[in-house]
């Protein structure tokens, strides 16, 4: 079972850069389907993007261009590098594991049954 772990979160201006880290396991990052999503109070979870075992990635719409995702398998974390940061950017964070090799095409949480606990980030104006 993983438990994966956010860290890196906080407030920024519009403009700014962030990098969020997970700490999960190196079975993990080596061999699952890892991801990102977001979430606002009230809001529906957003898939942000995700990251499949041989290191392929997709991001949505929303992203592209501005985050990154990467993982080091030695150290059993993951990353998400959020450069560009907008206000419409603002929310809880989540890293998120599916135990296959592969990520679905499309960005669904209910694919992942292992979430950690979230990481706030704040971009104001």
């Known amino acids: 079972q993983v438990q994966p772990l956010e860290s890196g979160g906080g407030s920024v201006q519009a403009g700014g850069s962030l990098r969020l880290s997970c700490a999960a396991s190196?079975?993990?990052?080596?061999?699952?389907?890892m991801g990102w999503f977001r979430q606002v109070p009230g809001n529906e979870r957003e898939g942000v993007t995700t990251?499949?075992?041989?290191?392929?990635?997709m991001y949505a719409d929303s992203v592209k261009g501005r985050f990154t995702i990467s993982k080091d398998n030695a150290k059993g974390t993951l990353y998400l590098q959020l450069d560009s940061l907008k206000p419409e950017d603002t929310a809880m964070y989540y890293c998120?594991?599916?135990?296959?090799?592969?990520?679905?095409?499309?960005?669904?949480?209910?694919?992942?049954?292992?979430w950690g606990q979230g990481t706030q980030v704040t971009v104001s104006t």
């Open positions: 998120a594991a599916r135990p296959w090799d592969t990520c679905v095409v499309v960005l669904r949480g209910s694919d992942f049954p292992y």
């Open positions: 190196a079975y993990a990052t080596s061999n699952y389907c």
């Open positions: 990251i499949s075992r041989y290191g392929t990635t």
